[in-house]
């Protein structure tokens, strides 16, 4: 097992970890392709905290377990901290073109099922929606090249990508990618009208092991100013799971580490 002690394990929850470099001149299907098979990166555990600056600003500590993979993804989001919310879990399925489904609890006993419908929800209050956590828009059949613009000094290729036949709350994302390191610097999601709807920045971008990982993100959704900060700490790969961990009555298992870091 493989475990890293960094505070960008945040990126592992939407983008996926372990980039590799290649060069700049990837056609869009090379580089969605790229950037699709990081995000299929097998099971893993990752340890976050995240900061929804809004009236009143929220402070979650969180345990995320994923089984992503080129069929679809099972992620699971628990509170470990603050006491008041420890054990509220979130668990989300997604086949690869599939509506998402899953499962919200609230302890003592208060589960609501999830569907469809719910995709566009917000994820334990934040900015980011259900789909957001699943979805894998990289994999999605339409990709294009569209420009290229500087972000942070960095030219980046602007990767369009459009669902098609997938199913999903987007008419569009745009990813600002950095061909050399293929991170994504910033992600833009569209409705199908071609309103903006979220916004991604990634803030930092840090070697590890030969490899460009994406630090901490701030999420913007719709109506919120202040956004959602997303700040990891420990990535573990090739995790066993238990197919019981990623179910309803699982959820209910009172998550380990619930004395996390509240004063980080």
């Known amino acids: 097992m493989n475990l890293l002690n ?3 394990a945040c990126v592992l929850a939407l983008f996926g970890c372990g980039i590799a470099t290649a060069a700049a001149a990837d056609s869009a299907a090379e580089l969605a392709s790229r950037l699709s098979a990081i995000r299929q990166d097998g099971n893993s555990s990752v340890r976050m905290r995240m900061e929804i600056r809004g009236e009143p600003k929220t402070n979650l500590q969180l345990l995320i377990k994923q089984r992503r993979s080129k069929g679809g993804s099972e992620v699971v989001y628990q509170v470990l901290w603050p006491k008041e919310r420890k054990g509220e879990a979130v668990l989300l399925r997604k086949s690869a073109n599939g509506a998402i489904s899953g499962t919200h609890f609230v302890p003592p006993n208060t589960t609501e099922a999830i569907g469809a419908g719910d995709a566009s929800k917000a994820l ?6 259900y789909e957001d956590v699943v979805d894998n828009f990289f994999a999605w059949d339409q990709q294009a090249i569209v ?7 960095v030219e980046c290729q602007i990767l369009e990508s459009k669902p098609g036949k997938a199913s999903s709350i ?6 600002w990618v950095d061909p050399k390191r293929v991170v994504p610097l910033r992600v833009e999601k569209y409705s199908s009208g071609g309103k903006p709807i979220r916004r991604i920045d990634t803030l930092r971008v840090v070697s590890s092991d030969g490899k460009q990982i994406p630090a901490n993100l701030t999420v913007r959704g719709p109506g919120r100013s202040g956004g959602t900060v997303l700040d990891g700490s420990k990535i573990r ?3 066993s799971f238990s197919d019981g961990e990623f179910t309803a009555e699982g959820l209910k298992q009172a ?10």
């Open 255 to 264: 998550p380990a580490g619930g004395a996390a870091q509240e004063s980080e």
């Open 237 to 239: 790969h090739d995790v």
């Open 147 to 153: 420009g290229t613009e500087k972000v942070d000094g």
């Open 170 to 175: 987007y008419g569009s994302v745009k990813s």
């Open 6 to 8: 960094l505070r960008n």
């Open 124 to 129: 334990l209050g934040g900015d980011l929606a």
